[in-house]
C-alpha cells in the first residue's frame, strides 16, 4: 500500500524540467506541488469513460489517483495549467486523461474579469503501437470561475469528445465531489450553475411550504378571531350559541 504512492514520487522526480511533483490525497484529489511544497493545482472528481460505440452504455471508471499523474502549473496567470492521469492495464494498455486549463479575460456584469476555464479533456489510449485520440471541442468550457475562486459542484457534468479516426464519440462523465482549483489554492469558492439553480428551487420549495404553514395559521387565528367576533356583536347568536354549550351532553 505504501511502496506504490512512494514509486509514484520516485518516478516524479526523475522527469520533467520543472521542480514540481505530482501528489495524491485522500485516494481521491489529484495534484502539483511547488518545490517549497505549496500547491498549485489541486483537482478532485471522479471520473467515468462512455465508449458510445455500438449504442453502449455501460461506463468504465477511470479512478485518476490510481494513475500515473503528470502536471504542469501555470507559471503566470496568463499561461495554460495542465493535469493528467495515466493507468496501465494488465495487458499493457495505456489509458490517460489529460485536463487542459487556460484563463481568458470575459466581460462580467460589464466588469473584465480574468476567469480560469478547463477547455480541453483529452482521451488517449496506446495499445500494441497504436494509439487513438479523443478530444472535446475547442470551444467548449467545462468548468469556469473567476481565477480567485475555485469550482464547486454537487451535480453531475457530461463532455463529449471526438476522433478524427473514429465516427462514434466518447462521453466523460464527472461526477461529485468536484472540486478545482486549477490556479493554486483558493479561499472562497464559486458554485456551478446547475447545484445553484437546483440548491434555489429547493430552498424556495422548502420556503413556500414554510410559506404555506404561515397562511394556514394565520387564516386559522383569523377564523377563530371571526367567530368570536361573531358572538360577541350578535348577542341574539351568542345566546344560541352559549345555550347550546349549555345542552346536557347526552
Ligand atoms: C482508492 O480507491 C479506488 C477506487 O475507489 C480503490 O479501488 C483503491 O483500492 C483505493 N486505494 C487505496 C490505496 O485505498
Ligand atoms: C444504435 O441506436 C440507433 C438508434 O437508437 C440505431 O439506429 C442503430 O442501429 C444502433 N446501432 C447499433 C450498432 O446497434
Ligand atoms: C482545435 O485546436 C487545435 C490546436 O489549436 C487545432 O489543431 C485543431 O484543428 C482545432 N480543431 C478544430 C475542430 O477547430
Ligand atoms: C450523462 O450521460 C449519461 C449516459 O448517456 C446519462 O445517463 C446521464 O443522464 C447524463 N448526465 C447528464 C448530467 O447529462
Redesign the pocket.
Known amino acids: 500500500m505504501l511502496l506504490f504512492p512512494l514509486i509514484l514520487f520516485i518516478m516524479n522526480l526523475g522527469y520533467g524540467d520543472t521542480a514540481e511533483t505530482s501528489f495524491v490525497f485522500e485516494n481521491q484529489t489529484i495534484g502539483m506541488k511547488k518545490e517549497d511544497g505549496e500547491t498549485c493545482m489541486s483537482v478532485t472528481f471522479q471520473v467515468e469513460i ?1 465508449n458510445q460505440q455500438n449504442n453502449n ?1 455501460v ?1 468504465i471508471d477511470f479512478h485518476l489517483p490510481s494513475g500515473l499523474i503528470k502536471g504542469k502549473c501555470a507559471a503566470d496567470r496568463k499561461s495554460e495549467a495542465v493535469i493528467s492521469s495515466t493507468i496501465e492495464e494488465a495487458d499493457g494498455r495505456l489509458k490517460t486523461l489529460k485536463f487542459v486549463f487556460r484563463t481568458e479575460e470575459m466581460r462580467v456584469k460589464r466588469v473584465d474579469e480574468l476567469r480560469w476555464q478547463l477547455n480541453k479533456v483529452v482521451y488517449v489510449e496506446k495499445f500494441a503501437g497504436s494509439s487513438a485520440v479523443f478530444e472535446s471541442d475547442n470551444s467548449s468550457v467545462i468548468f469556469s470561475a473567476p481565477l480567485t475562486q475555485k469550482y464547486v459542484c454537487e ?4 463532455v463529449t469528445l471526438h476522433s478524427e479516426n473514429f465516427d462514434f464519440p466518447i ?1 466523460v ?1 464527472f461526477s461529485p465531489e468536484i472540486d478545482v482549483q486549477p490556479y493554486g489554492p483558493k479561499s472562497n469558492f464559486y458554485l456551478c450553475e446547475r447545484t445553484r439553480k437546483r440548491t434555489l428551487s429547493e430552498s424556495l420549495q422548502h420556503r413556500s411550504t414554510v410559506f404555506c404553514g404561515v397562511v394556514l395559521a394565520i387564516s386559522s387565528i383569523a377564523h377563530i378571531v371571526g367567530h368570536m367576533l361573531r358572538r360577541h356583536f350578535m348577542p341574539h347568536r351568542k345566546e344560541l350559541y352559549e345555550n347550546l354549550d349549555r345542552l346536557p351532553a347526552i
Open positions: 462512455l452504455s461506463p451535480d453531475r457534468i457530461n462521453l462523465m
